[in-house]
């Protein structure tokens, strides 16, 4: 089934999420084939291996590292990275790390301004312009992440549990796993009892979120092999509306 931006923004509004495996993704978001695949993907993932260690883990932690973009989006205009600023969750959205401005490193300027990521950018905004049907200048922040796993630790990817990211929409997009068990993705609409639950396990199975009716979180994940780590990296866009 080849489904069109319309279907993918409706299927938001109606579950107020949607799970896209890698293949179409690829293909919405990348439809001449020319930035999720060959070398510019591959560049883009092995940017991973070179992020750095989250030090405000109020948990103790040191299983998370991670990189930091903003962005802002004219309406119907360009996506252009912003100046280097902190990262802000409220206690409300965050109560383990949330409260306090966080500095994290930059993401690399051949990364953030990249084609990989700019595809990314640009087919998470026309969905989620769809999916409300207004087109805002949009605050956007990127965040590399990889979480870690040891035989002697477990990696929280969501050591907050389930929670809201306190934007608009969000995107989570695998960009790989190695060697770990674990990383199941559990969603709760709209406050109902209950949890649809996937697993993000190929290199661009994405989840696009209404963040303002859907609450996330992802399990633990454990080395497969306990004689050498594993790891799990994403990419996470989060689109807020102008404050
Ligand atoms: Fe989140």
Not at 155 to 168: I, L
Request: aromatic share 8%; glycine share 12%.
């Amino acid at each position: 089934m080849m489904r069109t931006r319309e279907d993918i923004a409706r299927t938001i509004r109606q579950d107020g999420y949607v799970s896209l495996p890698a293949a179409e993704t690829r293909r919405f978001f990348d439809s001449d084939g020319t930035a999720l695949g060959g070398e510019p993907w591959r560049a883009f993932a092995e940017s991973w291996g070179d992020l750095r260690p989250d030090t405000y883990m109020a948990d103790g932690g040191r299983y998370r590292q991670r990189r930091h973009a903003t962005y802002a989006a004219t309406p119907g205009g360009e996506i252009l990275r912003g100046a280097h600023r902190p990262h802000f969750q409220a206690l409300q959205h965050n109560p383990l790390n949330g409260g306090l401005e966080r500095w994290f490193e930059p993401v690399a300027a051949q990364v953030g301004d990249g084609a990989p990521m700019m595809r990314l950018l640009a087919g998470a905004r026309e969905v989620f312009e769809a999916s409300c049907g207004e087109a805002v200048p949009w605050h956007i922040e990127a965040h590399q992440f990889r979480i870690e796993a040891r035989p002697d630790a477990v990696g929280k990817p969501t050591p907050e549990g389930m929670h809201r990211d306190g934007v608009a929409f969000v995107l989570v997009t695998l960009i790989g796993r190695e060697n770990v068990a674990g990383g199941v993705t559990g969603i709760r609409v709209d406050g109902r009892d209950g949890e649809a639950s996937f697993t993000l396990e190929e290199p661009l199975d994405t989840v696009l979120l209404d963040d303002t009716r859907v609450w996330h979180g992802v399990t633990p994940i454990s080395p497969i092999d306990p004689a050498r780590p594993g790891h799990r990296d994403v990419l996470v866009l989060t689109f807020a509306r102008p404050r």
